[in-house]
């Protein structure tokens, strides 16, 4: 088998009043043909950087800034000492905290619903109103969730055999309908590199635990994640048209990430897991399939990131910068991210803790409001929603618990049922048989 690639991207740099942004794209076309779960990596060393700014690389992206401009691509320029890319970073970093600790302290976000729903366990219909304005109908019919066992809950309900779960619709049920699928389930929390056919990094890397994940027994043993419970279940189906088989139904993925930083998948090419699962998504499945829409969540385990000895206080700036270069990553495979925020636990026995983690979403409100709200993509210069959030963290604080950091099946349910009304709505939205909110019928 032989693949032609050939892909495109740059690093988009501008500079507005205090705000200082940058894009990490890759732009790839595979005609060649096989298995989706081959192993695609070139076996070369490079970090992520390497990858997304070398030369064979155009700019195909641009973020639009907080006062509707466009950032123009300046190109990329490294500092070369590691001592000076340190400072340059922290720097940076503490600026970019800096503006967006004022936009929460500013109060001016809550009065703001543009970008953001406030989730209602008894109505719905606020956040399933802007996710349909904001949220396009992704080209065939493709979703992909990603996130901590939070997330997983929301995917599966903790329950494979509930033929309600967004696990059963969009998972199980199109490879019941659809005669050409190809799907990938690894329940186990180690050998994650078996579900891609990948190479494990030689030698391997052990996580630094004051930057990144994993801290437990994906640390001790290589190839192996702290959480269980939730693996990798990954879904393609072919078109009509590329196979005879009428299959345009919604069909979604699951990629159990739990850090927004971790080490727990490493390749040859790229150390961290968000950087390979990232250039996965872009390099074997958009060129096929189109951007997926891409449904996430995680904070839980990065709060300890940095407490080795259980002294240290939570490192918000790391968890922030973290999460804004996996956004980064995520910009050329996702059609639009929908960020689910983590709930309230249950009590104040562990580092989670309720004042904590409403802080945190703030911080994370304001990163996307200023950096990620809209993006800027190819050559007319329109500006296209990029990032939505549902925030469920204040009806979670009362709602109930199974334990400390998981809501009970009957609230995740109530989650999930709202992206499933979603899906189902986009999913008619893209066969244009969905009138109003602004769709146009076709038929």
Same mark, same amino acid.
């Given at each position: 088998?032989?693949?032609?690639?050939?892909?495109?991207?740059?690093?988009?740099?501008?500079?507005?009043?205090?705000?200082?942004?940058?894009?990490?794209?890759?732009?790839?076309?595979?005609?060649?043909?096989?298995?989706?779960?081959?192993?695609?990596?070139?076996?070369?060393?490079?970090?992520?950087?390497?990858?997304?700014?070398?030369?064979?690389?155009?700019?195909?992206? &641009?973020?639009?800034? $907080?006062?509707?401009?466009?950032?123009?691509?300046?190109?990329?320029?490294?500092?070369?000492?590691?001592?000076?890319?340190?400072?340059?970073?922290?720097?940076?970093?503490?600026? #970019?905290?800096?503006?967006?600790?004022? #936009?929460?302290?500013?109060?001016?976000?809550? =009065?703001?619903?543009?970008?953001?729903?406030?989730?209602?366990?008894?109505?719905?219909?606020?956040?399933?109103?802007?996710?349909?304005?904001? $949220?396009?109908?992704?080209?065939?019919?493709?979703?992909?969730?990603?996130?901590?066992?939070?997330?997983? #809950?929301?995917?599966?309900?903790?329950? #494979?055999?509930?033929?309600?779960?967004?696990?059963?619709?969009?998972?199980?049920?199109?490879?019941?309908?659809?005669?050409?699928?190809?799907?990938?389930?690894?329940?186990?929390?180690?050998?994650?590199?078996?579900? /891609?056919?990948?190479?494990?990094?030689?030698?391997?890397? /052990?996580?630094?635990?004051?930057?990144?994940?994993?801290?437990?027994?994906?640390?001790?043993?290589?190839?192996?994640?702290?959480?269980?419970?939730?693996?990798?279940? *990954?879904?393609?189906?072919?078109?009509?048209? !590329?196979?005879?088989?009428?299959? !345009?139904?919604?069909?979604?993925?699951?990629?159990?990430?739990?850090?927004?930083?971790?080490?727990?998948?490493?390749?040859? &090419?790229?150390?961290?897991? &968000?950087?390979?699962?990232?250039?996965?998504?872009?390099?074997?499945?958009?060129?096929?399939?189109?951007?997926?829409?891409?449904?996430?969540?995680?904070?839980?385990?990065?709060?300890?990131?940095?407490?080795?000895?259980?002294?240290?206080?939570?490192?918000?700036?790391? /968890?922030?910068?973290?999460?804004?270069?996996?956004?980064?990553? *995520? =910009?050329?495979?996702?059609?639009?991210?929908?960020?689910?925020?983590? %709930?309230?636990?249950?009590?104040?026995?562990?580092?989670?803790?309720?004042?904590? $983690?409403?802080?945190?979403?703030? *911080?994370?409100?304001?990163?996307?409001?200023?950096?990620?709200?809209? $993006?800027?993509?190819?050559?007319?210069?329109?500006?296209?929603?990029?990032?939505?959030?549902?925030?469920?963290? !204040?009806?979670?604080?009362?709602?109930?618990?199974?334990?400390?950091?998981?809501?009970?099946?009957?609230?995740?349910?109530?989650?999930? %049922?709202?992206?499933?009304?979603?899906?189902?709505?986009?999913?008619?939205?893209?066969?244009?048989?969905?009138?109003?909110?602004?769709?146009?019928?076709?038929?």
């Amino acid at each position: 088998m032989t693949l032609s690639k050939k892909a495109n991207a740059s690093v988009l740099l501008g500079t507005m009043g205090v705000v200082v942004l940058s894009t990490l794209i890759i732009c790839a076309t595979n005609p060649g043909s096989g298995s989706i779960f081959r192993r695609s990596l070139r076996l070369r060393e490079m970090t992520a950087l390497d990858f997304y700014s070398s030369a064979d690389y155009k700019p195909e992206y &641009q973020y639009k800034s $907080v006062d509707g401009t466009s950032i123009g691509s300046s190109g990329f320029s490294f500092v070369h000492s590691p001592e000076e890319q340190a400072a340059s970073a922290t720097n940076e970093e503490l600026h #970019k905290l800096a503006l967006i600790n004022s #936009k929460v302290a500013s109060g001016t976000m809550r =009065q703001q619903n543009d970008i953001k729903c406030v989730f209602d366990l008894n109505n719905a219909e606020e956040c399933l109103a802007l996710l349909l304005r904001r $949220v396009p109908a992704p080209m065939s019919h493709r979703w992909t969730f990603m996130g901590d066992s939070q997330m997983g #809950k929301i995917w599966d309900l903790n329950d #494979k055999r509930n033929q309600d779960t967004l696990y059963h619709r969009f998972y199980r049920e199109p490879q019941e309908l659809c005669t050409m699928c190809e799907s990938r389930s690894h329940n186990s929390r180690c050998n994650l590199h078996d579900v /891609f056919l990948w190479e494990r990094r030689d030698p391997w890397e /052990f996580s630094d635990r004051t930057v990144e994940g994993p801290l437990g027994i994906g640390r001790q043993t290589p190839g192996c994640a702290d959480q269980s419970g939730h693996g990798y279940q *990954l879904l393609e189906c072919h078109l009509d048209g !590329e196979t005879g088989d009428p299959c !345009e139904i919604p069909v979604a993925s699951f990629y159990p990430i739990e850090f927004a930083r971790d080490v727990e998948l490493q390749t040859p &090419q790229f150390r961290t897991t &968000q950087e390979n699962i990232a250039h996965w998504v872009t390099t074997e499945h958009v060129p096929k399939y189109g951007r997926p829409v891409c449904v996430m969540g995680a904070m839980y385990h990065d709060i300890r990131i940095g407490d080795i000895d259980g002294s240290a206080e939570p490192d918000e700036a790391r /968890f922030i910068s973290n999460l804004r270069e996996f956004f980064r990553l *995520l =910009q050329p495979a996702c059609a639009h991210i929908i960020w689910i925020t983590p %709930n309230a636990p249950n009590t104040e026995d562990y580092p989670q803790k309720t004042p904590l $983690v409403r802080r945190w979403n703030d *911080l994370v409100e304001g990163m996307i409001r200023t950096e990620f709200s809209d $993006v800027i993509r190819g050559e007319n210069g329109v500006p296209v929603p990029f990032a939505t959030i549902i925030d469920h963290f !204040e009806a979670s604080i009362d709602g109930p618990h199974d334990d400390n950091a998981h809501m009970s099946r009957d609230y995740a349910s109530k989650v999930a %049922n709202l992206l499933v009304e979603l899906i189902r709505r986009k999913a008619n939205e893209r066969k244009g048989v969905l009138v109003g909110d602004g769709v146009e019928e076709v038929m």
